[in-house]
């Protein structure tokens, strides 16, 4: 059974009549083909019109959709010689966080995502893509072979945030995560980050340290999650989709404050509705920020990365006379 | 940079003590200890740097008083004490919270930064000050924090920084999140260049600014009892679904598990910095005319 979203109910349920009549006609006499061409017309109106003027809260719905494509989802459609490696090398392996190399094009890489499920095993097994200590661990020693090796670093961002648990705090989750944005400021390899789904505060951020910076246009990035702000804020969580307007999490909203380079578009409905077209979008964003940043020297990237983040931020200084 | 009218207005400077301390102990005369309950005369409180001489309880600390007791007289000076925050997002009532609290604390945001002299030492500093929005971490913090750790770059001074944080500030949204990566690529910056940074952490010392700066100092240190921690208490007793030791999340906690590499009571913090920079400003060479 598909998850079907509240925003969307009208456009499922017009599709499912549609169905419904084609149905009808292929086993009786009666022709309906002209009513069916006049529903096929509303619906596309109709998906327009829903699809083409979400609401955060929507976005925030789809990025949560359980079918919504996953870092090894995307793996798969866009690299070629994927081989996964695990491991942090210090307490153990956190299967939050995959990571490995591959070819882009040709062009070896390093990828390392942040890993969920889609159903209750695979989210047990993940940890939900909350990652422990041990996940930006691994990323980061993955991170700094591809510095050595001269590979590009591209990086999958889907997490509600870094897990907190208590075996985390014990082994450093700060440490882990800081380390982790401090190492990632000094690679002297081209990073690039693409949040595919929720990008949970500094969890996300603990892989998302780079020189472009990209979104999935129903994507979320966060510094905290809707649910959360509104219990602070206004003391209950059933106003996360205030929260989610007044906080400007998604895509639109990053690439107006200038903290993203790109908005990568969608198919109509969310990734989930065709990976394989998604993956292609996103193909060709990484395509086009490999060429800008494999020709900067290293030097310069580095110059360029701490600009890019040196900027964000609103400040106003008042003149003292 | 915007000019408003708003900020010609005059400062106020005026402590409110707590409600709970008005009711208990005589008005800026007397003082209670928040653990062991003993009641102490306002001025061997502030000559005893807020900590309990009873128990060791270490209470907040100003910025300002902070700094006084740690540079040499007469030596601070304070940097980019003008600038001062929007509202990026034009979150509700967020510029109402900032005036409320500039007019409570006298601070124009939650951090001091500037360079003095610690025993004759040079070095740069970033004190941040939790009466102030808890002490969150907005677009100003994350900016004087950067400028304080490029300005001991480009001076070659070393920078402590005395977190005292609940955070990132909720109201600057992924501005308020991108803090953490700017002044982490500062850091990365300065550490290239050998430049020495020290991190203490006081309570608080959680959430976005324990994630990044705090975390990577080249000695990270902690005042005793001071809260240091990633996720707050209560989401990870939700998550887990157990009670967590009292002494969870301490700064003795941090130390027990690796994370801090030394607990310094405030009385000791300035003789104990004054040490280490002076070990560093010698940089491997030895020094006859020290004792
Ligand atoms: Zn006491």
Redesign the pocket.
């Known amino acids: 059974m598909k998850q079907v979203l509240e925003f969307e109910k009208p456009v499922i349920e017009l599709r499912e009549k549609i169905e419904e009549l084609k149905r009808m006609t292929k086993d009786s006499e009666i022709d309906l083909s002209e009513e069916i061409e006049k529903m096929e017309t509303r619906l596309k109106k109709l998906e327009n019109n829903i699809y083409g003027q979400l609401k955060p809260w929507d976005r925030v719905q789809i990025a949560r959709h359980s079918d919504r494509p996953t870092t090894l989802d995307y793996i798969q459609h866009l690299f070629t010689n994927f081989i996964e490696f695990h491991g942090d090398r210090y307490y153990g392996d956190d299967e939050a966080v995959v990571a490995g190399i591959a070819r882009f094009n040709h062009i070896p890489v390093t990828v390392i995502g942040q890993q969920r499920g889609k159903n209750t095993k695979e989210n047990i097994e993940r940890n939900f893509g909350m990652p422990h200590p041990e996940g930006y661990r691994k990323a980061l020693r993955h991170m700094k072979q591809a510095d050595k090796f001269n590979r590009p670093i591209i990086t999958f961002i889907d997490t509600k945030g870094a897990y907190p648990g208590k075996a985390a705090e014990e082994r450093g989750q700060s440490e882990a995560i800081a380390r982790n944005l401090m190492e990632m400021a000094g690679l002297k390899v081209p990073i690039i980050c693409i949040v595919i789904g929720e990008g949970g505060s500094g969890g996300a951020l603990g892989i998302g340290v780079g020189d472009h910076i990209h979104m999935l246009e129903n994507s979320t990035y966060s510094v905290i999650s809707p649910e959360g702000a509104a219990a602070l804020l206004w003391k209950d969580a059933k106003q996360a989709e205030r929260a989610a307007k007044s906080l400007k999490i998604t895509a639109p909203d990053l690439k107006e404050l200038g903290v993203i380079d790109e908005v990568i578009p969608e198919p109509l409905g969310g990734a989930h509705r065709d990976i394989a077209e998604q993956a292609k979008a996103i193909g060709s964003v990484i395509e086009d920020s490999l060429e800008k940043l494999m020709k900067l020297t290293e030097d310069d990237l580095l110059e360029e990365r701490w600009e890019k983040y040196k900027k964000i931020g609103e400040v106003k200084e008042r003149i003292q006379v | 940079m915007q000019l408003k009218d708003l900020f010609a207005k005059k400062k106020k400077y005026a402590s409110i003590p707590s409600e709970q301390a008005k009711k208990d102990v005589p008005e800026g005369l007397m003082q209670k ?6 009641i102490y005369y306002q001025k061997e409180w502030k000559k005893n740097l807020y900590v ?6 270490h209470h907040q600390i100003t910025s300002h008083e902070r700094i006084q007791h740690l540079f040499d007289e007469n030596t601070f000076v304070e940097w980019d004490k003008e600038l001062l925050s929007g509202n990026p997002l034009d979150f509700p009532q967020y510029e109402e919270k900032i005036e409320k609290d500039r007019v409570k604390t006298g601070l124009n945001e939650a951090v001091v930064t500037g360079e003095g002299l610690i025993k004759g030492k040079p070095c740069a500093v970033a004190v941040m000050d939790s009466r102030f929005r808890m002490g969150s971490m907005g677009s100003v913090v994350g900016e004087k924090i950067t400028r304080a750790i490029e300005n001991a770059r480009e001076k070659k001074i070393p920078v402590i920084v005395f977190a005292a944080s609940g955070g990132a500030r909720m109201q600057e949204g992924i501005l308020s999140l991108m803090q953490m990566a700017k002044t982490s690529i500062a850091i990365q910056r300065l550490h290239k260049e050998n430049g020495l940074f020290i991190s203490v952490m006081t309570n608080p010392t959680t959430g976005g600014v324990s994630a990044s700066f705090a975390s990577i100092g080249d000695y990270n240190f902690a005042e005793p009892g001071a809260l240091i921690g990633f996720a707050g208490r209560r989401i990870i007793e939700q998550t887990i679904r157990e009670k967590l030791p009292s002494d969870f999340q301490t700064a003795e906690f941090q130390l027990t598990h690796g994370q801090v590499d030394k607990v310094i009571p405030r009385q000791e913090m300035r003789d104990t910095l004054a040490t280490i920079l002076e070990i560093h400003q010698l940089g491997g060479v030895a020094d006859e005319t020290s004792s």
């Open positions: 200890c928040d653990s062991c309950q003993k309990c001489p009873n128990c060791g309880r």
